[in-house]
């Protein structure tokens, strides 16, 4: 640091170590780009001595700008309080530090003018490359900043019209996983509870592979087995009057179910937000024991779903995230091969909620 006016300290800068190693700018900026060979090896060890002294620190981001880089990439995720979001974060960040990059997180709170303005925002810090995780960017939205040159990754879902790299879930599988599991542990009443799907891709494709989970199920069920029932329930957290009313149609499903012997009913969250607003309901209502009433699995993998005993299909978020920016980075140093998608498979964890037998 040095002193400036009325004894006020200021951050050094370039300039003051010229002056304290005895040299130009020139000979300083050489030294802190790496160009050592050029400089004598007095001439370094004066610079090395002056920027210890004064405590300087390159200002990096106006450094990069006059190379045109500045190593800073954007992540814009639609609620960052969500544990998805935190585990993919986790991965972003381990992979930026490994390859010399900074993220910029922006956080849309699950606002759809937020993402927007975000993105715009983007733009004038002069990021160089943008990592997208959010709910209701549209192609128009997203478009300016791809063909501004700035490379984007979506992840996990894909934009209409968009072609763009993509890493997510591989939900197809994910949702075979569950169904399997929830079949062989003989639930006959299955009802697969999503947040309105038709702007989300990752959220249509699981409710589809429910669906087609269901037919092959029915299919290739033996005459003497009771019906196999199920059915697709939209619960919109969003507008908490409507959630209300979700919630009442399940308690009567539960009621009708409990009045018919033999009927196994499960419940089957297609993300963590849902699953825990299910479970805060049934608990509610049921009290400590109701999973001796409902089964309840979720895609994935909560703290809160250990601690109760949920079965989940593990999301693989800190690979989703690393393998985000590997491909962002790849784009950013010039990459041009056609867009990509990288989809990772999820994991079943088995708890208690799906094999409870009411013994205890």
Known sequence: MS???????????????AREAGTGKTSVSRYLNGETNVLSSDLRSRIEAAIKRLDYRPNQMARGLKRGRNR?????????????????????????????????????????????RYLQLMTTYRVEGVIVNALGVQEETLRPVGEGGTPAVLVDRSIDGLSTDMVGLDNAHAVTLGMRHLLEQGFDDIRFVVQPYEH??????????????????????????????????????????????????????????????????????????VALSLALHLHARYGSRWQERVALMSIDDSEWAE??????????????????????????????????????????VIRRSTVWRGED
Do not use: K, W
């Open 307 to 348: 601690l109760i005993g949920v079965t989940t299909v593990r999301q693989p978020t800190y690979a989703i995230g690393y393998r985000a920016v590997e491909f962002l980075h790849e784009r950013i140093e010039g990459g041009v091969d056609p867009a990509r998608e990288a989809i990772l498979p999820g994991e079943l």
């Open 200 to 273: 989300v891709s990752s959220r249509r494709l699981r409710e589809a592979a429910f669906r087609a989970a269901l037919d092959e199920a029915r299919a290739t069920r033996s005459a003497d087995s009771p019906p196999l029932q199920g059915q697709t329930i939209v619960l919109d957290l969003g507008d908490e009057d409507a959630a209300a009313g979700v919630h009442e149609t399940l308690d009567r499903h539960l009621d009708e179910a409990s009045n018919a012997a033999g009927r196994r009913v499960a419940y089957f969250a297609a993300n963590g937000p």
């Open 72 to 116: 800073l990439v954007g992540l814009l995720v639609a609620d960052i309080t969500n544990p998805y979001t935190v585990g993919v974060l986790r991965g972003v960040e381990a992979a930026c530090h490994e390859l010399g990059l900074m993220p910029l997180v922006c956080n849309a709170a699950n606002e759809v003018e937020m993402e927007r």
């Open 3 to 17: 002193v400036g006016p009325m004894g006020m300290t200021r951050r050094a800068t370039i300039s003051d170590v």
